[in-house]
């Protein structure tokens, strides 16, 4: 039963919103306390998607809204025109964090991509001005600007846009002899880019032998390696980037989402050297790093300096595994469950927005992608009895489907 307050404005939407994201779930979230949520009507809600893995540390972390109130008091934006020293700070614990080299900062993750193969377009015609090509894997998403949807491996991202950006490979994910067959058959490839985990693609993960050849092949040939780590990095797998457990080190690292813990900022991540294709006037943002976008990532960067988080993470992902694989031995509909750290996926034989409306009205937020993958993206600092209520729910949801 949907409240008045909740039809006026679900009303409002459609009379002032381009209607863009279709049928919205019928909640409106007025607050936010540690790992729950709140609506218009003061339900409470466990929240196991974070915004789309954006809020990492919750709703109510005082450091970092301390950090926030103070920085809006003292000054917000300046512009790129001037020194910043929060961009500074970002930019360092991030290269203390992954690999040291040098961040650009933007505002989302497609922009970090965008500027990505913006880079590597340039480096690659700094060779010669026909290498300018970029692989990327069927099943990813990079984001919906024009270069980003062009890298984005799915026909529905891309369909009724056209033309697209030029030069981009789509080849099959974990296909190490494609890959192989494509950079021998042509010598224009600049760069690859790919996820290490295909987020709105399934929780699909990617094979570390295939990662560490394709990485050993590029090395040979010169291309260059970005990662996209929008929604896997600042924690998310249990490590500080996802790549750390590939035994491998990208040429760029693309962040946003959880990097800025709910105020948007992105980034661009790269090896000293390469830094110098995005040279002065080649590139630039009115908003991107921000003196308060960075207080914000700072907070956050630091939170997972100290490491205490990647213990709760990894006691937080036991728990849920072992948990949703005894209720797949109770039902018929669930292929597998997989992911890594606080980024799982429950592969269902059906299709699964049934089940995330079910959830929401018992008061827990999970998502559907890929039509029939639940997502499980809760905070990474959610306590264990926060998810235990939150898995006892979603228990009850898949046996009641099971009957």
């Not at 980003?148 to 846009?161: E, L, N, V």
């Not at 033309?163 to 690859?192: H, T, W």
């Amino acid at each position: 039963m949907i409240s008045q307050e909740l039809q006026k404005i679900i009303e409002n939407d459609k009379e002032y919103l381009f209607q863009n994201y279709g049928d919205r779930l019928p909640v409106s979230f007025v607050r936010g306390v540690e790992s729950f949520l709140f609506d218009q009507d003061n339900k409470r809600y466990i929240d196991f998607f974070s915004g789309i893995a954006v809020c990492s540390l919750g709703y109510s972390n005082k450091d970092y809204s301390q950090s926030l109130h103070k920085q809006i008091d003292n000054i917000i934006h300046s512009s790129n025109w001037f020194f910043n020293s929060e961009q500074i700070e970002a930019a360092k614990l991030i290269s203390e964090l992954a690999f040291k080299g040098k961040t650009l900062f933007v505002n989302s993750g497609t922009e970090a991509n965008e500027a990505a193969i913006k880079l590597v377009r340039r480096y690659g015609q700094s060779i010669d001005k026909e290498r300018y090509h970029i692989i990327s894997f069927k099943g990813s998403f990079h984001g919906r600007t024009f270069g980003s949807m062009s890298a984005t491996a799915q026909d529905k991202i891309q369909r009724g846009f056209g033309p697209l950006v030029p030069g981009f490979r789509f080849l099959p994910f974990n296909d190490i002899e494609e890959f192989e067959k494509e950079i021998i058959n042509n010598n224009n490839i600049c760069a690859v880019i790919t996820e290490l985990i295909h987020g709105e693609g399934g929780i699909v993960l990617a094979q570390k032998e295939f990662i560490k050849k394709l990485f050993n092949l590029c090395k040979k040939k010169d291309i260059i390696t970005i990662v996209d780590e929008v929604q896997t990095g600042i924690g998310r797998t249990g490590k500080p980037f996802v790549y750390q457990g590939y035994d491998i080190i990208p040429d760029i690292l693309t962040l946003a989402k959880g990097l800025g813990g709910g105020i948007p900022i992105g980034a661009i991540h790269t090896r000293d050297e390469l830094s110098r294709y995005l040279n002065p006037g080649s590139h630039g943002t009115t908003f991107g790093g921000n003196h308060l976008s960075c207080t914000a990532a700072i907070s956050v960067l630091k939170e997972f300096k100290k490491g205490d988080i990647f213990k709760n993470i990894e006691k937080i992902n036991n728990y849920i595994f072992t948990e949703l694989n005894k209720i797949k031995n109770k039902v018929t509909f669930i292929n597998e469950v997989r992911g890594l750290g606080l980024h799982i996926g429950i592969e269902l034989k059906k299709e699964g927005i049934e089940i995330v409306k079910k959830a929401l009205q018992q008061g827990l937020i999970i998502n559907c992608t890929d039509k029939r993958v639940l997502r499980i993206m809760p905070p990474l600092s959610i306590s264990l009895p926060i998810v235990k209520e939150g898995i006892k729910i979603l228990e009850k949801i898949f046996l009641e489907e099971g009957e």
